[in-house]
């Protein structure tokens, strides 16, 4: 990775990520053609196909995203509990503190 830092979490590495894309065309490029080979490469991540994924898109001036939490049985399913998540556990099923094992690549349809 390029900088002294790991991220800790989703909003760090989101942050990261992000801040890179603004400064390096290439990698910005590379976000869009290939999103989940890319940050693991950034993040020295091992790439395995049919792991987890990113999807990374790029807002116009008249079209912006929203990005919806996993819903809550899906969190559960994942955790393996009933209770209720806390801000950590649901912000690293939501694909942020976990340790990713694996990665795969879902491009993104453009319109």
């Known amino acids: 990775m390029s900088t002294d830092a790991t991220p800790r979490n989703r909003k760090e590495l989101q942050a990261h990520i992000i801040a890179k894309a603004k400064k390096d065309d290439a990698f ?5 053609d290939h999103p989940t080979e890319t940050i693991a490469q950034e993040m020295g991540w091992t790439y395995v196909p049919d792991g987890p994924q990113f999807q990374v898109l790029e807002e ?5 995203y929203l990005v919806l939490p996993i819903k809550r049985d899906q969190a559960i399913a994942l955790t393996g ?7 950590e556990e649901l912000d690293s099923v939501a694909g942020g503190a ?8 879902k491009p993104c349809e453009h319109d």
């Open 98 to 105: 976990r340790t990713i094992t694996g990665l795969k690549s």
């Open 60 to 64: 116009t001036a008249d079209t912006f």
């Open 81 to 87: 509990e009933a209770g209720e998540l806390s801000d």
């Open 28 to 32: 910005r490029q590379a976000l869009l």
